[in-house]
């Protein structure tokens, strides 16, 4: 079946390194795959999309890769702040109706 | 920017009644979503809605759950018999396009009592 999967334990940095955040999925054919940030009690916000003919996205501080080979996306943030702090959730797409989400890495910056 | 919103932004109900969540999308966003949160886990999908008939859904959304959008604006989610572990943060998302963005609402909290 399919599977994605993120770090669950807590990602801890401080304030002004660059956060590296993985996701790896199996048994997945993704044509896109989002990055979103999930703050406690709200809705997932989109970040990013990357295609699959498309190696790294850009935008701003964040940058996403995306390694069909290694079945990997690696999400960046660099000089990162305390408002960076909030979980992060992949979701690669396929031909199908549904965007399924990983069960995201939390993110927390330490000033 | 457009939003989703949904109401009610809290629901307790007592276990066997009926719920019906609200969600207003996108005006001209053409795919809507439910997912569900129970708390402390995942952001799971429940169900994808196109050209006003389901498109996908998951194991979760069994016989007890329905959508409708039933004029054009609004999309809901029924769920027929509440339980218990229908507990959650519910959200509902809309997409202009396949493989574009999700713009998810601020959620109903749903509390089966």
């Known amino acids: 079946s399919q599977k994605i999967e993120q770090n669950s334990e807590a990602l801890n940095i401080q304030e002004g390194k660059t956060a590296t955040l993985t996701c790896n999925y199996t048994?997945?054919?993704?044509?896109?795959l989002q990055w979103y940030r999930q703050d406690p009690g709200r809705g997932p916000v989109f970040l990013l999309l990357?295609?699959?003919?498309?190696k790294e996205k850009r935008k701003e501080r964040l940058k996403v890769t995306f390694d069909t080979t290694l079945k990997q996306s690696l999400f960046h943030i660099t000089a990162s702040q305390p408002a960076d702090s909030a979980t992060y959730l992949c979701?690669?797409?396929?031909?199908?109706?549904?965007?399924?989400f990983g069960s995201g890495t939390r993110l927390l910056v330490r000033p | 920017e457009p939003e989703v919103t949904q109401t009610p932004s809290h629901q307790v109900t007592q276990m066997g009644q009926e719920v019906i969540l609200r969600c207003v999308p996108i005006?001209?966003?053409?795919?809507f979503y439910w997912y569900r949160q129970i708390l402390g886990q995942k952001v799971e999908f429940l169900v994808s809605?196109?050209?006003?008939?389901?498109?996908?859904k998951s194991e979760i959304f069994d016989d007890q759950f329905s959508v409708e959008r039933p004029d054009g604006s609004n999309f809901t989610l029924k769920i027929r018999s509440t339980k218990l572990e229908d507990s959650a943060m519910y959200f509902c998302?809309?997409?202009?396009?396949?493989?574009?963005?999700?713009?998810f609402g601020s959620g109903t909290q749903l509390s089966v009592l």
């Open positions: 990357i295609r699959e003919n498309e």
């Open positions: 005006s001209n966003h053409l795919y």
């Open positions: 998302a809309s997409q202009g396009g396949l493989g574009e963005k999700l713009f």
């Open positions: 979701a690669p797409m396929d031909s199908s109706y549904k965007l399924i």
């Open positions: 048994n997945y054919s993704p044509a896109y």
């Open positions: 809605f196109y050209n006003n008939e389901i498109s996908e």
